[in-house]
């Protein structure tokens, strides 16, 4: 992965968070992918959620895998902790780490090749286990890399650059997640920072496996016309089911919409994300409604966004296999290893 450092300059007049930090101090290197990618508006994204919720950079693990997405985390947050894994492993690192430090916010960057090709199942178990992290998928459609081949996320009858169209059937990651019973499922739109902003922040509140694919348009080889992942086609057919407002615990809620009912829905940390009802029989809390709808929509050709489904009672990893408090990182050694007898002793009880 390559990574330029940003020059630095500071203004004093800079906004800053009550840990004296500003927006800058959120960014990373110097973006590397072209001109109009849909990946540096996300980065963009994360960077703002990040400085408003003001999570301390240190307290985040960013991890990725392999592809113009998996180079996003060297764009935001420098001062992190991160790791670019191998070719659709990221969710086992990611669980890993997890499992071994779960006191720190983990957040994967992903894209639809690494995660619905070579990685498809690391990323189902990722969502079985209800792994406590945020996972964006940057789908576009292609292999950007490898120049514009289809990835498995490209709606069939789609044209490649080169005019050839794509006969096989995508995988949904939305209806995917939905399937295996992930606890908060989300698409936005890598254009439409006034409704990602928000939910990144949910995803990253929720206590459990949080989804957002975000349709990441590639401007290289993937913004034609016939592609059902470029720019046009996406604004053309946005369907907005929800329309997202997150707001912190301890602070004054503030919420003001035009028209529609507001609908509040209630994280694990005491955090709300208020939902306006755009579609007035849509409900984010029932799992076969929301495929159903998804799915509905798909046939006429629209890109369902918003937060699409979410189960704030489902247990996360920990919960269910019953860790301790303490992460094992902190853990002392006797503890970890705790001896042969203790071994045997447990080798006994299977006996």
Same mark, same amino acid.
């Given at each position: 992965?390559?990574?330029?450092?940003?020059?630095?300059?500071?203004?004093?007049?800079?906004?800053?968070?009550?840990?004296?930090?500003?927006?800058?101090?959120?960014?990373?290197?110097?973006?590397?992918?072209?001109?109009?990618?849909?990946?540096?508006?996300?980065?963009?994204?994360?960077?703002?959620?990040?400085?408003?919720?003001?999570?301390?950079?240190?307290?985040?693990?960013?991890?990725?895998?392999?592809?113009?997405?998996?180079?996003?985390?060297?764009?935001?947050?420098?001062?992190?902790?991160?790791?670019?894994?191998?070719?659709?492993?990221?969710?086992?690192?990611?669980?890993?780490?997890?499992?071994?430090?779960?006191?720190?916010?983990?957040?994967?960057?992903?894209?639809?090749?690494?995660?619905?090709?070579?990685?498809?199942?690391?990323?189902?178990?990722?969502?079985?286990?209800?792994?406590?992290?945020?996972?964006?998928?940057?789908?576009?459609?292609?292999?950007?890399?490898?120049?514009?081949?289809? +990835? #498995? /996320? *490209?709606? !069939?009858? &789609?044209?490649?650059?080169? =005019?050839?169209?794509?006969?096989?059937?995508?995988?949904?990651?939305?209806?995917?997640?939905?399937?295996?019973?992930?606890?908060?499922?989300?698409?936005?739109?890598?254009?439409?920072?006034?409704?990602?902003?928000?939910?990144?922040?949910?995803?990253?509140?929720?206590?459990?496996?949080?989804?957002?694919?975000?349709?990441?348009?590639?401007?290289?080889?993937?913004?034609?016309?016939?592609?059902?992942?470029?720019?046009?086609?996406?604004?053309?057919?946005?369907?907005?089911?929800?329309?997202?407002?997150?707001?912190?615990?301890?602070?004054?809620?503030?919420?003001?919409?035009?028209?529609?009912?507001?609908?509040?829905?209630?994280?694990?940390?005491?955090?709300?994300?208020?939902?306006?009802?755009?579609?007035?029989?849509?409900?984010?809390?029932?799992?076969? +409604? #929301? /495929? *159903?709808? !998804?799915? &509905?929509?798909?046939?006429? =050709?629209?890109?369902?966004?918003?937060?699409?489904?979410?189960?704030?009672?489902?247990?996360?990893?920990?919960?269910?296999?019953?860790?301790?408090?303490?992460?094992?990182?902190?853990?002392?050694?006797?503890?970890?290893?705790?001896?042969?007898?203790?071994?045997?002793?447990?080798?006994?009880?299977?006996?």
């Amino acid at each position: 992965m390559s990574y330029i450092s940003k020059p630095v300059a500071r203004h004093p007049g800079q906004k800053k968070n009550s840990l004296g930090l500003t927006a800058r101090d959120y960014e990373g290197g110097m973006s590397t992918l072209c001109a109009g990618c849909g990946h540096d508006s996300i980065t963009a994204a994360l960077i703002q959620a990040f400085f408003e919720l003001e999570v301390p950079p240190h307290r985040v693990a960013k991890l990725s895998g392999i592809g113009c997405s998996s180079k996003t985390p060297a764009y935001f947050l420098s001062a992190s902790h991160g790791l670019n894994s191998v070719h659709g492993r990221m969710p086992s690192i990611a669980t890993g780490a997890n499992a071994a430090c779960s006191d720190l916010t983990y957040v994967g960057i992903s894209g639809d090749g690494d995660s619905l090709s070579i990685g498809l199942g690391q990323f189902a178990h990722a969502m079985r286990r209800n792994l406590n992290m945020l996972y964006i998928i940057e789908n576009n459609g292609v292999y950007g890399l490898t120049k514009g081949q289809f +990835s #498995a /996320s *490209a709606d !069939i009858g &789609s044209k490649s650059k080169r =005019g050839v169209p794509n006969r096989f059937e995508p995988i949904d990651p939305v209806l995917t997640a939905i399937a295996m019973g992930g606890s908060f499922v989300a698409r936005s739109f890598s254009g439409d920072k006034q409704q990602l902003v928000p939910l990144i922040k949910a995803g990253m509140a929720h206590k459990g496996f949080a989804l957002l694919d975000i349709i990441s348009p590639c401007v290289t080889f993937n913004d034609h016309d016939g592609s059902t992942k470029s720019y046009k086609y996406t604004r053309d057919n946005f369907t907005e089911v929800t329309h997202a407002d997150f707001v912190p615990p301890a602070q004054e809620i503030t919420i003001k919409y035009d028209q529609g009912s507001v609908q509040p829905v209630t994280l694990h940390d005491g955090s709300r994300i208020y939902l306006r009802k755009i579609a007035e029989d849509y409900d984010p809390s029932d799992r076969s +409604s #929301a /495929s *159903a709808y !998804i799915q &509905s929509h798909q046939e006429k =050709g629209e890109v369902v966004t918003g937060l699409l489904y979410m189960n704030s009672d489902a247990p996360d990893m920990h919960a269910t296999n019953q860790t301790v408090a303490t992460p094992l990182r902190d853990q002392d050694y006797s503890v970890l290893c705790p001896g042969a007898d203790a071994l045997k002793a447990l080798q006994h009880g299977y006996r």
